[in-house]
């Protein structure tokens, strides 16, 4: 069997969920009449503290239509320099929404400095974009954000009266981390996107959490990316049965990652440079990393290398205890010099 560390979007739904998928009553979303969907929609929305919920096909259309309805033309948002919603989305916001980044250098543990931030909003001046919206990621690279710092965003925000997005892609993981409800992370934000097709297991699909007004937005610029899908209840019932399912036991792929971490300590030529939540980050001499990438392949073993650090693990749904011990075991085993 393959074991794919490379993300956590590579896991294939479960038999039961594809059962929850078969059996999932359908209508036509773009009439807002798929029964799965506006369950999922208002559960969530229940769940984390939002008047609505906008289901949607991915994370960056969900990112996409969050600043889209936060942000008009000639406006600007502020984001972390390695945010997703910055740099991983193809410029989107710039190329479909006409909006600026602000991107900030972000601190080790994935903050934006709120000084920076407060020297990088623009006076209103026909000069400058106008400054509208703070964007966090949390997790980043696995690390959650600190609760406290939440708090100080959101004071910023309100004293230069921005609102304040989040990309909680993994919120629940970082939730479970810090043992608390979902909903006390994303209480401090004005609109959260979550996804459900990377540790939650389901297929396909995000959701934009926002008051009614900004969900309203959001789904027309849905309909303008070309994202009004129709039966898409089938997919809902997945995240559904994510929901349900698979929120506790992220903890998990947390406590396997810490223990592939902990395996690797002395290893002799892999060096774990960071673990949080279910991510993992290792360090392999520049001039090994092609026989590393060979050695793991030849494992049958995929993990995101070239990125950096040079690679990632990220432990998910389809990772038990003998795949972390099988992984730990090539990774202890590839030697520090060519024989
Ligand atoms: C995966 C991810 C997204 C978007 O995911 P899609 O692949 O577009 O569904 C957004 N933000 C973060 C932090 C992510 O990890």
Redesign the pocket.
């Known amino acids: 069997m393959p074991i794919d560390l490379r993300?956590d979007?590579v896991t294939r739904p479960t038999a039961a969920m594809r059962a929850a998928m078969l059996e999932a009553e359908v209508g036509d979303d773009v009439y807002g009449e798929d029964p799965t969907v506006n369950a999922l929609q208002a559960r969530l929305a229940g769940e984390l503290g939002f008047e609505d919920a906008l289901f949607v096909?991915?994370?960056?259309?969900?990112?996409l239509l969050a600043l889209m309805s936060h942000c008009a033309r000639g406006d600007e948002y502020l984001v972390g320099m390695d945010?997703?919603?910055y740099r991983?989305?193809g410029g989107g916001a710039a190329v479909l929404g006409a909006i600026q980044p602000q991107p900030i250098v972000q601190a080790d543990d994935g903050t934006i400095p709120l000084d920076v931030a407060r020297a990088m909003v623009k006076p209103v001046d026909p000069h400058f974009a106008r400054t509208r919206l703070l964007c966090l990621?949390n997790?980043?690279h696995g690390r959650v954000l600190p609760m406290d710092y939440l708090a100080e965003a959101r004071a910023f925000c309100d004293a230069h009266g921005l609102a304040l997005h989040l990309?909680g892609?993994?919120l629940f993981n970082a939730a479970v981390a810090l043992e608390v409800p979902a909903r006390a992370i994303a209480r401090h934000f004005d609109s959260v996107?979550v996804?459900l097709?990377?540790g939650l297991g389901a297929p396909v699909g995000?959701v934009l959490l926002g008051n009614r007004d900004l969900i309203e937005r959001a789904r027309r610029w849905r309909k303008v990316a070309g994202g009004g899908w129709r039966q898409a209840g089938m997919l809902a019932a997945a995240a559904l049965y994510a929901l349900d399912h698979h929120v506790a036991r992220l903890a998990d792929d947390h406590a396997r990652a810490a223990r592939l971490a902990a395996l690797l300590e002395d290893a002799p030529a892999v060096r774990v440079v960071a673990q949080h939540t279910n991510m993992l980050f290792v360090e392999v001499a520049p001039e090994r990393l092609a026989a590393f990438r060979a050695h793991t392949e030849a494992a049958g073993i995929a993990m995101s290398i070239g990125t950096l650090p040079s690679v990632r693990m990220v432990v998910h749904l389809d990772i038990d205890d003998a795949a972390i011990a099988r992984t730990a075991e090539v990774l202890r085993a590839f030697p520090a010099r060519a024989a």
């Open positions: 993300s979007t096909p991915t994370g960056t259309q969900s990112n945010a997703h919603a991983y989305e990621e997790t980043w990309d892609a993994r996107s996804c097709s990377k995000s």
